[in-house]
């Protein structure tokens, strides 16, 4: 899987190129703050319904020390999406960069949503067995 930066994804939307933009928090994460555009499956049995295998497909978490994106893409080339990248900074590398976030929290709080990666190794979300 392809590891990309915030200012290649930045680039990504700004093109509006065809990709689907997957975030791979809990619910509770998506609904505060997300990056513009991004999806968000409750199971992988969902994105997998969801997201086609011709898909080019980008995977993101809280930041570089999360696994849960890296899990999410993993197991998608597993299931044959061949076109699978990863954006490893996520949502802390993306807010530092200054760019824009949308979620339930107003622009003057979206700050005081840390994200830490809820997964440890081994773990997985229920309902993301496959």
């Not at 994804?9 to 093109?15: N, S």
């Not at 997201?51 to 197991?75: H, M, P, R």
């Not at 200054?98 to 830490?116: A, Q, R, T």
Request: with cysteine.
């Amino acid at each position: 899987m392809k590891t990309i930066g915030h200012e290649e994804l930045k680039q990504m939307l700004d093109r509006q190129d065809d990709f689907r933009l997957v975030m791979a928090l809990s619910e509770w994460a998506y609904l505060a703050k997300h990056i513009p555009g991004s999806l968000h499956f409750a199971t992988f049995r969902e994105a997998l319904q969801s997201l086609n295998k011709e898909d080019e497909i980008v995977v993101y978490c809280s930041d570089e020390n999360c696994i849960a994106s890296t899990a999410l893409g993993q197991l998608l080339e597993r299931h044959g999406y061949l076109h699978v990248l990863h954006f490893a900074g996520g949502l802390a590398e993306w807010e530092l960069a200054g760019y824009p976030l949308e979620g339930e929290g107003s622009e003057e709080n979206m700050h005081e949503y840390p994200f830490s990666c809820v997964w440890n190794r081994g773990d997985w979300p229920a309902g993301w067995s496959t």
